[in-house]
């Protein structure tokens, strides 16, 4: 689940409101809980055990997330997205 961070640093370049820590979290979250459920896993419980084990383990990534440009309309997209890979190929870019 590593590569799933990526897009949270990708976007560096893309003009727009800076992501606020919230906006980060809200990312990642939606990243590991789409993840779990391509892998199969719907348990309420375990996503959120998930979610907060990598908030965790890329707290500095996440601390370098914060006040990176998002994308014009990037926290919409990022809230109907459907897969991971939208998030990263379509919403964030």
Do not use: N
């Not at 993840?35 to 375990?46: F, I, N, S, T, V």
């Not at 500095?60 to 990176?68: F, K, L, N, Q």
């Amino acid at each position: 689940m590593r590569r799933l961070l990526a897009p949270l640093l990708l976007f560096a370049a893309c003009r727009g409101e800076p992501a606020t820590a919230a906006d980060c979290r809200e990312i990642l979250d939606r990243i590991v809980a789409l993840e779990l459920a391509e892998q199969g896993y719907r348990d309420p419980a375990l996503t959120q055990r998930k979610q907060e084990a990598f908030a965790q383990r890329y707290a500095a990534e996440m601390t370098r997330c914060e006040g990176v440009r998002l994308p014009a309309g990037a926290r919409e997209c990022v809230a109907r997205a459907g897969s991971s890979e939208q998030i990263s190929h379509e919403c964030l870019r």
